[in-house]
């Protein structure tokens, strides 16, 4: 009935966006929850929304605010691998109900569903998006794999919606606990060729490397790519954007096991960043665990032949427009790119299938389109 309606249908939200670093998109450290969070926070905001995106210290402890019409609000965290987020969505959670400006809370991690408990206490509506099952990543101990496994049950159990950005990970969660997540998949923007200028900085050409972006963490596979690249014949270089944040001895063995011809950039960002994606001659995702990557769908959006490690998430995402390896098989890598690496016309082809797919199956506005349903369902219930 109307009258027991939270919010009317056409009233401006306010969002609370909880569980990535922060924002700008463009600072040391940022991933694709950041680029994809700016991507959809911009577009709401666009839309007349009140969003709030909450940063931490360590990331953005003076953000400028509002920041393309969005609130930035910066509050500490215990800037260590199992406390940083729990800790910062702890106090981001108690800020966002104890100012009581929020219509929806939006949760993007499975760890942070932990906290649900408080936003039931503050009978505020919540949404959780989670990109796969994050218990399953190296990084984490027993104890929290465990906790994992509880924040997801409890995001089933106790939020008011669940999002997944892939039909794979809506499968698997629904097999484990019952309910089937919706799918809202993430998106990429297509854009004009930014031209080749910032390349000679990093001593590339055009069309003449190999490229990985992303962060430096034992799921992101990115040891299966340097293995296989070792043995492919090649003057092309190896040229891997990213860096770790909290995986020190997974950068020192990637750094130990690649020879001379691979490049290790640290974070880009900006239009150096651009260009890198769209100059590439062959983009590589090895991921052994992924979502929807922003990453990869960046390099789509590029034009760019893409090679991808066959888990499904990864197959999901390219359709029939790029090539998949055996996932954690470095022997079956270096051959499909010995083979690319000699067949431009291959590449070419990929690449132009690959960009037409990022515009017909992952547009932002469709993506924002679905959000902004959701979260005025979820209001008005």
């Not at 299966?224 to 891997?240: C, F, G, K, N, S």
């Not at 132009?352 to 219930?381: F, G, H, M, P, T």
Request: with cysteine.
């Amino acid at each position: 009935m109307a009258e027991m309606m939270v919010n009317p249908p056409n009233k401006p939200l306010k969002l609370a966006m909880i569980g990535m670093r922060g924002l700008p998109a463009d600072l040391p450290k940022a991933g694709g929850g950041e680029r994809e969070t700016e991507a959809k926070s911009i577009r709401l905001s666009e839309r007349g929304h009140q969003v709030t995106v909450y940063c931490r210290w360590h990331y953005n402890r003076h953000p400028v605010s509002p920041y393309h019409g969005i609130r930035l609000v910066s509050l500490p965290s215990i800037p260590t691998k199992n406390l940083d987020t729990i800790s910062h969505t702890f106090l981001a959670t108690l800020h966002a109900l104890a100012n009581n400006r929020v219509d929806v809370i939006c949760y993007h991690g499975m760890g942070n569903a932990l906290f649900l408990p408080l936003v039931r206490l503050g009978r505020k509506k919540s949404v959780v998006y989670m990109d796969g099952l994050d218990w399953e990543r190296p990084k984490w101990g027993r104890l929290a794999r465990m906790a994992l496994k509880i924040a997801a049950q409890w995001a089933f159990r106790l939020s008011d919606a669940v999002y997944v950005d892939n039909q794979a990970s809506q499968k698997v969660f629904k097999s484990l606990f019952g309910y089937e997540p919706e799918v809202i998949t993430l998106a990429a923007d297509l854009w004009d060729h930014p031209g080749a200028n910032q390349l000679p900085q990093y001593g590339l050409q055009p069309e003449k490397y190999i490229l990985f972006v992303g962060l430096l963490k034992p799921d992101k596979g990115v040891h299966h790519l340097i293995q296989a690249y070792r043995d492919v014949e090649t003057a092309m270089p190896l040229v891997i954007v990213g860096d770790s944040t909290d995986e020190p001895e997974y950068k020192k063995y990637l750094y130990d096991m690649a020879d001379k011809r691979v490049r290790f950039l640290g974070f880009v960002y900006g239009q150096a960043a651009r260009q890198l994606f769209a100059n590439a001659c062959i983009y590589v995702q090895p991921s052994i665990m992924e979502g929807n990557s922003p990453s990869l769908m960046s390099a789509m959006a590029c034009g760019r032949c893409t090679v991808v490690s066959g888990i499904e998430q990864n197959l999901e995402t390219i359709g029939d427009t790029g090539i998949a390896f055996k996932p954690g098989d470095a022997s079956h890598l270096h051959l499909i790119l010995s083979d690319l690496i000699h067949n431009p016309e291959k590449i070419a082809s990929l690449g132009r299938q690959a960009r037409s797919r990022i515009e017909q199956v992952y547009n932002w506005d469709v993506v924002v389109d679905q959000l902004e349903r959701l979260y005025k369902r979820v209001s008005s219930a």
